[in-house]
């Protein structure tokens, strides 16, 4: 059974910063693409960032050289490392893996993350 656990989110202050994590199971872990998305409300779903299998990472533009996304083979785990969070990233934020380069095959439950003083 495929799983894909996230956590570490909360209320964060603008300029702090939150990490959040993606335990995974049930999969081959390092040959999986790992991605973060993001979906705030009554907005569509949006990419934030992707780290292939070989630790290649891409993010979108909105949160490049402040988020930082990386993993652990070992734990099985992705992360997130949200600097200088500002309101507009509010969003419940959902972690993926894609196994073969042809799409995000599974998706965990999010987590919500608000920004706000």
């Known amino acids: 059974q495929v799983q894909l656990v996230e956590s570490g989110g909360g209320l964060v202050q603008p300029g702090g910063s939150l990490r959040l994590s993606c335990a995974a199971s049930?999969?081959?872990?390092?040959?999986?693409?790992m991605g973060w998305y993001r979906q705030a409300p009554g907005k569509q779903r949006e990419a934030v960032a992707v780290?292939?299998?070989?630790?290649?990472?891409n993010y979108a533009d909105s949160v490049k050289g402040r988020f930082t996304i990386s993993r652990d083979n070992a734990k099985n785990t992705v992360y997130l490392q949200m600097n200088n969070p500002k309101p507009e990233d509010t969003a419940v934020y959902y972690c993926?893996?894609?196994?073969?380069?042809?799409?995000?095959?599974?998706w965990g439950q999010g987590t919500q993350v608000t920004v706000s003083s």
């Open positions: 049930g999969i081959s872990f390092s040959i999986y693409a």
């Open positions: 780290i292939t299998s070989g630790g290649v990472t």
């Open positions: 993926c893996g894609d196994p073969n380069g042809r799409g995000y095959a599974y």
